[in-house]
């Protein structure tokens, strides 16, 4: 199927570029991971505050972990799309018009713009690697939105939100706003121009196990001519609830829970397909030559009728969880490992406060840098105005500082903002009825504080597993429209008590900062 007229363009470029660039194994390779709907509580190395329930399985995970440096203060956003826009990007969402979900609306005009470059595109125009993509895309349904559209050489997997583990079907809005279950398993070839639906072929096998089949073939099929980028995009632990049967009779037999242990083997089998990815690598002789990358792209669903996600996961000991912006939603379970880690570094914890959007900026970095044979090359302190031959970002140095032992990391950042009433389409998507649609709100840290202000709050104080709900704790003056919730992240990581009463000028200050945020927003559009 001919996919779309700029392919030969772009193929011709890759190669200009590719021979221009004098791409070669000097420059590092490099393996994105991201696990789907992960909670901070469902994996062991996250296990900052003790054990507080009985985790999963991920021996693979926790012991990668243990040679890499372990991000426990990493923020995603509180939903899929706009978690991986900023990563993709390095921009918040709020720059990119898009907040909430995401890309499952058939001939919807407005997927993640072609005016804002990805990652993917930088290192395969500029440094010349091979971009391949596994698993999850969520960032586009149709030409010229596409992973083949933005820097992938090849794609495997899906581009919606969600698939069967098993059948690969996938519910997506029409035009008229009606539900169409469509197939959505494709492999995609920039330099043969195909796209093959691959639905029919792959019935029956497990979405965990065919993304990790294909990722090691990736890597063991890879040539020296040029690094490797590998994107690896699980769609597990995510709905629906369908894992292995095997793993189910075999592992977390620990768990007596029979839907739990269903949702914790979908945690060890993404656990097991790190661990292969990892495996190809060593025996490729390339995981010495490897910058790796696993983070959650939120915390796991733990409402009941919450978007129709799965309830299983955990984010304990912190509060709520996806769709929520108290921590449970938005905590990353993350940790990096490069070639030049050293034996100080392997297995600590970094507490420098990051975003999902500074992997942008690393990544560029990596791919910028040369390695020595010795492997004793650092990072050059990339800045973000090279990074992404534009100042329009919000990505920075964060993450490679840690890399170079400053863990400082960031002042502040805007975990949301939403500068006007949604669009009427948005009622589609919204997951929550219980509560009025958000018009006019924010979420930022500064420091260790984190301020909800705005209308619309108490859509954030729906009960979860720790706490009462939180509309008794807003604090909103006589006839003022706009409500305050501040918490002090360091004193109480759980968000407990509301501080905003006592601590007025920081509330001022932290509001000053967002009306700054809101001149380069755009409304929410998704």
């Known amino acids: 199927m001919v996919r779309h007229s700029s392919t030969l363009l772009y193929v011709l470029l890759s190669f200009f570029v590719t021979n221009v660039s004098s791409a070669d194994q000097s420059r590092p390779n490099v393996v994105l991971i991201v696990a789907d709907d992960l909670g901070w509580g469902d994996v062991g190395f996250t296990n900052k505050y ?23 203060n990493i923020y995603t956003q509180t939903l899929c799309t706009p978690t991986r826009s900023s990563i993709y990007t390095g921009r918040y969402p709020h720059r990119l018009g898009w907040l909430f979900s995401a890309s499952f609306v058939l001939g919807y005009s407005d997927y993640l713009k072609r005016q804002y470059k990805t990652f993917t595109e930088v290192v395969a125009e500029k440094y010349g690697y091979a971009v391949h993509g596994v ?20 794609y495997y997997g899906c581009y919606s939100g969600a698939i069967d583990h098993f059948t690969h079907k996938a519910g997506v809005l029409n035009k008229n706003g009606f539900i169409d279950t469509i197939d959505d398993f494709h492999q995609d070839n920039i330099d043969t121009n195909s796209s093959l639906d691959l639905s029919s072929d792959v019935k029956g096998q497990h979405s965990t196990h065919l993304f990790t089949q294909r990722a090691v073939n990736v890597i063991e099929s890879h040539k020296d001519k040029s690094p490797m980028f590998l994107v ?65 792209d939120h915390g796991a669903s733990v409402m009941p009728n919450n978007c129709a996600d799965t309830v ?75 990074a992404a031959d534009d100042n329009d970002i919000d990505s920075g140095d964060y993450l490679i500082d840690v890399i170079r032992g400053n863990h400082t990391g960031r002042d502040t950042i805007l975990h949301n903002l939403v500068t006007g009433p949604l669009p009427s389409s948005r009622s589609q998507h919204y997951c929550s009825s219980k509560f ?14 984190k301020l909800f202000y705005g209308n619309g709050l108490e859509t954030f104080c729906q009960a979860d597993f720790l706490q009462k709900q939180c509309i008794d704790i807003l604090q909103k003056s006589s006839g003022d429209t706009e409500a305050h919730m501040l918490f002090d992240i360091d004193t109480d990581p759980f968000e407990t008590t509301n501080v905003a009463g006592t601590n007025p000028e920081m509330v001022k200050h932290m509001i000053s900062i967002i009306e700054e945020y809101k001149r380069g927003a755009l409304n929410a559009w998704m």
């Open 50 to 72: 003790g054990k507080h329930l009985i985790v999963p399985d991920t021996p693979r995970l926790d012991s990668l972990a243990q040679s890499s440096i372990i991000l426990d």
């Open 135 to 154: 698993g999850k895309w969520h960032l586009g349904l149709e030409n010229p939105y596409l992973p083949v559209d933005r820097g992938f050489k090849t």
């Open 232 to 296: 690896v995009s699980y769609t597990a632990p995510h709905s629906p609830r369908k894992p292995s049967e095997e793993i189910v009779h075999n592992r977390n037999q620990h768990i007596p829970d029979k839907e739990k242990r269903e949702y914790a083997a979908m945690v060890t089998q993404v656990d097991d397909g790190v661990g292969a990815i990892s495996d190809a690598l060593a025996r490729k002789n390339m995981w010495n030559n490897t910058v790796f990358i696993f983070i959650s």
């Open 312 to 386: 299983g996961g955990s984010n304990l000991p912190f509060r709520d969880g996806k769709g929520s912006y108290f921590e449970g939603g938005i905590k990353g379970a993350a940790f990096v490992s490069t070639p030049w880690l050293t034996a100080e570094q392997k297995g600590m914890r970094s507490p420098a406060l990051l975003h999902a959007v500074d992997i942008y900026s690393f990544i560029i970095a990596a791919a910028e840098d040369k390695l020595s044979g010795s492997l004793s090359a650092s990072f050059t302190k990339t800045s973000r105005k090279t």
């Open 436 to 449: 009025p649609m958000p018009s006019n709100y924010a979420v930022l840290r500064h420091k260790n504080f």
